[in-house]
């Protein structure tokens, strides 16, 4: 078997999901990819299962870390990629670059940071790398982190902060030319306004939280 499962956590994704999958598919090391549509009302699930992909449906929305961990649960490999179901220009050497220093045990997380893509994007992850959704890493460190499926948006730094606070070396993997579609972008302004600040006081909470072992 392939040693790694994609899994991409998916609330109302339909515009973007099925070409992510569609690269996924062309990658040898991947086994399977698992969407974890979120509570969607639109048709996440429907794409995804015909581009290729296992989908589970959670009935309600559980945040981001909540379906995180459900994709978890479901797989069968020791490598787990997590990646964003609104990615704009994401390729096989993407993913391969993500991959490949875990599957050949440089180390044991790499994050991927958006570069020469859109300036909104490159500059939100070069001010902030370590809330990047996109990331391999093996899942025995899954296993270590509690509550991670109450973290909703706050997964990242908790991973992040795992990591640190255990010694453990994370890649930053430059993924040249990708972008992904901004929250003003997919809900307008004054309801993206909110859906950001939600997620900042959600990452703010977790950052506060002392996160246990
Ligand atoms: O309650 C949620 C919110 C977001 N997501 C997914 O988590 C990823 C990142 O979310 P979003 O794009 O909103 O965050 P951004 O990248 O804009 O910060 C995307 O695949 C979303 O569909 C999710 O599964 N559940
Ligand atoms: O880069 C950022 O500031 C945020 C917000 O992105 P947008 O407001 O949608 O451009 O996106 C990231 O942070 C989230 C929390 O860590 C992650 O879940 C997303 O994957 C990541 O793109």
Redesign the pocket.
């Known amino acids: 078997m392939a040693p790694v499962t994609a899994i991409i956590p998916a609330y109302n994704e339909e515009a973007t999901i099925g070409e992510i999958i569609s690269v996924l598919c062309q990658v040898d090391d991947i086994a399977e990819i698992i969407v974890v549509s979120d509570g969607s009302v639109d048709a996440t699930a429907e794409v995804a299962r015909r581009a290729g992909a296992r989908v589970i449906e959670l009935p309600d929305n559980m945040g981001?870390g909540g379906a995180m961990k459900v994709g978890v649960d479901h797989s069968r490999t020791g490598i787990i990629l997590f990646l964003?179901a609104?990615l704009i220009g994401l390729t096989c050497e993407h993913v391969n670059s993500l991959i490949f220093p875990v599957i050949h045990g440089e180390v044991k997380m790499t994050v991927g940071i958006f570069e020469k893509g859109r300036l909104?994007?490159d500059l939100?992850?070069f001010?902030?790398p370590?809330?990047?959704?996109?990331r391999a890493l093996e899942k025995d460190l899954l296993d270590e982190i509690c509550d991670l499926e109450e973290c909703r948006?706050?997964?990242?730094?908790a991973l992040t902060k795992y990591a640190h606070d255990n010694n453990i070396a994370i890649k930053e993997v430059e993924l040249s030319g990708m972008s992904?579609?901004?929250?003003?972008?997919?809900m307008g302004l004054a309801r993206?306004l909110a859906?950001?600040m939600k997620?900042y006081w959600?990452?703010a909470k977790t950052v506060g939280s002392g996160l246990k072992r």
């Open positions: 981001k964003d609104d909104a994007t939100a992850q001010v902030a370590y809330l990047s959704g996109q948006f706050g997964v990242e730094v992904h579609i901004m929250k003003e972008e997919k993206g859906a950001r997620m959600e990452i």
